[in-house]
C-alpha cells in the first residue's frame, strides 16, 4: 500500500518534487528526509512543491511544506507551491502559508 | 435526536491507522449521502483528531484510540478518544499555531481546522487520563 | 505470532452495514499489499458472515455485530461476532446449500464460500447466545 | 450512496436488466421485487442479465438469481447471464448455476 509516491526533477537549481498521493502525520514523517537530503545534495536555490496529485492534505502537510520552507532558507534559497488543487486549497488557505510563499 | 445508524472501533496508536481511520469515517458517513466538499472537511478533521491521539496523547507510544460515529438525519457525530498523557490547559491548545511539539513539525492548526471544518468541537481533557474530543458535522446533500 | 495492528469495530446490524464491514476490512487489510484476488476473496467471506448475523443471528431485528481484524506479517484474522439465536446444528448449517430461511431466497453458500475463500474457518455458537466466526486468509503479496 | 443500479432494455420477449454496483443481501432484496414486477408485466420468455459492471457479489447475489431463475421457469421463460467478468466469476462457478442457465 502506497499511500505517498515522490518523483523530482532537477533543472539546475531549482528541485521540483512531485507528490502523488495523500499527506498526513505518516507519510510525510517519510518523505521529510528524502527531500531535506535532495535540498543539501543538489545546492537548491529555489524548491517548487508540485502538488496536483496531492488527493488529501491535512495539518501535517503544512507542518511538512513550512519544515522545508524553513530548511530551504537557511541556505539562501526560495521555495513556492505549484498546482494547488480543490482538496487542498482549503488547508493551505486557512494555514496562511501563502504569505511565506507563493501558491500557484 | 433518533440516530439512524451507530458505529464504534478501536485500533492501535499506529500512524499507519490515520489513513485507515479516514476511510473507516468517510464510508460510514456516505450512508448519509454527503457532498465531496463536506466528506473532505470531515476526513481532514478525523485526521487532525487521530493524529493527536498518536503524537500527544500516546507520545508516539503503544496505546488504542477509540472513535465512534453516530449517524443522524443530517449530522454526523464522530469521537476520538485515547487514554493518553490529557491536555494540561485547553484554552491554551486552541490557539491557532500554538503547539507543545515544534520538533516533530507540528503547525498547531489542528485544533483550529477540528473547529473551521465541523459545525461543533467539544474537547474534554483530563491529565495524566486522556483526551476526548466530539465534533458534529451538518450533512445537507441526504 | 506478532501482530502487526489491529481493529475492533462494533456497528447496528442493518443491511447497509454490510458494504461498510467490506470496506473497513478491506482498507485495513491493504496494510498488507494484498492482491485483488486475496482482497475480494476476503471481502466476499466477511460479507457473508456479516449477512449471516443480521438475517440469522438477529432475524433482522435490532442488534450489535462485532468485528475484529488481526494482521500478521502474511495473514489476516477476521473475527465475525453475533448476540443473535445461535445455531442448532453446525455440520448441519456447513452443508452446501443448506440453508434455514429459503423463503428469503437465501442460497445456502454462506459457510461454503467462508471456507473456500479463507484459508481457516471456525465456528463457535451457542443457542439462543449467539454465533462467533474465525476466518483467516494468507496474504502472499507482502 | 447508491450501491446498485439497475437499467433495463425490453426486445420483445426478451428482457435484458444490467445491473452496475455490488450485490448483496441489502442490494438484491431492493431489486428484487423491480425484477419480478417487470418479468410479469411485460410477459418475458427470456431474461438476461448482463453482470458487466457489477463490482461485487457474495452467495445473495446467487439467491437472487436462483430467485429470478424461477420465476421465469414458472411462465414457461428462461434465463441467461452474460457478461460475467473476474470479480465474479469465483462465485458463479462454486454455486454450481451454470448448470441451470447459460452464463457467457
Ligand atoms: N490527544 C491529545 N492529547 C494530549 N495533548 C493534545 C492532544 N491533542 C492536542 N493536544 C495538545 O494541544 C496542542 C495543540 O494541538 P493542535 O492544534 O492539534 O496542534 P499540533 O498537533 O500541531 O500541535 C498540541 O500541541 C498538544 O499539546
Ligand atoms: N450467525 C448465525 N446465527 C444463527 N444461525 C446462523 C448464523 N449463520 C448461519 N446460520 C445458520 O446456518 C445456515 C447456513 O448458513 P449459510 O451457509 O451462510 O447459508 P444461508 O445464509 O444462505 O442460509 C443458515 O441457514 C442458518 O440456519
Redesign the pocket.
Known amino acids: 500500500m502506497i499511500a505517498l509516491d515522490i518523483t523530482v526533477k532537477q533543472d539546475r537549481s531549482v528541485l521540483t518534487v512531485f507528490l502523488k498521493g495523500e499527506l498526513d502525520h505518516h507519510t510525510t514523517s517519510k518523505i521529510k528526509d528524502t527531500i531535506d537530503l535532495l535540498i543539501l545534495e543538489s545546492s537548491v536555490k529555489m524548491l517548487v512543491l508540485d502538488m496536483r496529485e496531492v488527493t488529501f492534505m491535512d495539518?501535517?502537510g503544512i507542518?511538512m511544506i513550512a519544515g522545508r520552507y524553513r530548511r530551504v532558507l537557511s541556505f539562501g534559497g526560495s521555495m513556492t507551491i505549484k498546482n494547488a488543487n480543490k482538496v487542498i486549497s482549503k488547508v493551505l488557505k486557512m494555514s496562511g502559508i501563502n504569505k511565506l510563499m507563493k501558491i500557484s | 435526536m433518533q440516530s439512524i445508524n451507530k458505529m464504534k472501533i478501536e485500533f492501535d496508536s499506529k500512524s499507519t491507522n490515520e489513513a485507515f481511520a479516514r476511510v473507516v469515517v468517510a464510508a460510514f458517513a456516505a450512508q448519509l449521502d454527503p457532498t465531496l466538499e463536506e466528506l473532505t472537511d470531515l476526513k481532514t478533521a478525523v485526521s487532525?483528531?487521530v493524529?493527536?491521539?498518536i503524537?500527544?496523547?500516546?507520545e508516539q507510544r503503544q496505546g488504542i484510540i477509540y472513535m465512534e460515529c453516530v449517524l443522524y438525519d443530517s449530522e454526523i457525530k464522530v469521537v476520538?478518544e485515547?487514554k493518553?498523557?490529557?491536555?494540561?490547559d485547553?484554552d491554551?491548545?486552541?490557539?491557532?499555531a500554538?503547539?507543545?511539539?515544534?520538533e516533530?513539525e507540528?503547525?498547531?492548526?489542528?485544533?483550529?481546522?477540528?473547529e473551521s471544518f465541523t459545525d461543533g468541537l467539544e474537547?474534554e481533557?483530563s491529565k495524566g487520563k486522556?483526551?476526548r474530543?466530539t465534533m458534529r458535522k451538518k450533512i445537507t446533500n441526504s
Not at chain 2, 503524537?55 to 500516546?58: D, N, R
Open positions: 495539518s501535517s507542518g | 487532525e483528531a493524529t493527536n491521539a503524537i500527544h496523547g500516546y476520538v485515547d493518553g498523557v490529557g491536555i494540561e485547553i491554551k491548545a486552541r490557539i491557532p500554538y503547539t507543545t511539539k515544534p516533530l507540528r503547525s498547531g492548526l489542528g485544533f483550529s481546522i477540528m474537547i481533557s486522556g483526551t474530543i
